[in-house]
């Protein structure tokens, strides 16, 4: 099987996107303040890779760990900051496949702004959505057993495209 597949928009993954919002919101009670679907899933139309993508904002992101334990037992791998400073990350994979990634930031963390720019970006311009679209199906079949490429590949447009996101969405 390849490492990269970017399959068809599938209408279930808003319903596992809320499902696991509901899991989040039980885990993390008061700390949660907004639980955000974001990466190429949450985008109505879009091929991606069948990981639905997750940004919960919580009040404070050291309280975080303190939360490990159960993360676990609800089946998430809690990996640390991994790699970006302040944020907490979880990976959930069922029978072998990844298909939750959840992406924790305090309040007021300047990630949070960039994702859900880029998310509403696409939305607003179907253009540039149905261009990304493209690029990462030919990417995923150039670089089928190579995510690492697959992801450089994508990376030059994902920080263009953030850039005019933000500025879209300050109204620039």
């Known amino acids: 099987m390849p490492a990269v597949q970017v399959v068809p928009y599938d209408g279930d993954w808003l319903e596992s996107f809320r499902d696991e919002a509901h899991k ?46 159960r993360m676990r037992e609800a089946g998430y791998i809690p990996r640390g900051e991994y790699g970006l400073p302040s ?20 309040q007021g963390h300047a990630d949070i702004e960039r994702h859900l720019a880029f998310r509403d970006y696409l939305y607003a311009f179907p253009d540039i959505a149905d261009e990304y679209k493209t690029l990462k199906l030919a990417l995923a079949e150039k670089f089928s057993n190579d995510l690492d490429a697959y992801c450089r590949g994508k990376d030059p447009f994902i920080k263009r495209v953030e850039q005019d996101a933000l500025r879209w969405k300050r109204g620039a």
């Open 87 to 106: 944020r907490r990350f979880f990976i959930r994979d069922t029978r072998g496949k990844r298909t939750h990634n959840i992406h924790i930031y305090g």
């Open 24 to 69: 989040l919101r039980a885990i993390f009670a008061e700390e949660i303040l907004a639980i955000h679907h974001i990466g190429s899933t949450s985008i109505t139309g879009m091929s991606a890779k069948p990981t639905i993508d997750m940004l919960p904002v919580v009040r404070d992101i050291a309280a975080v760990d303190g939360f490990n334990s």
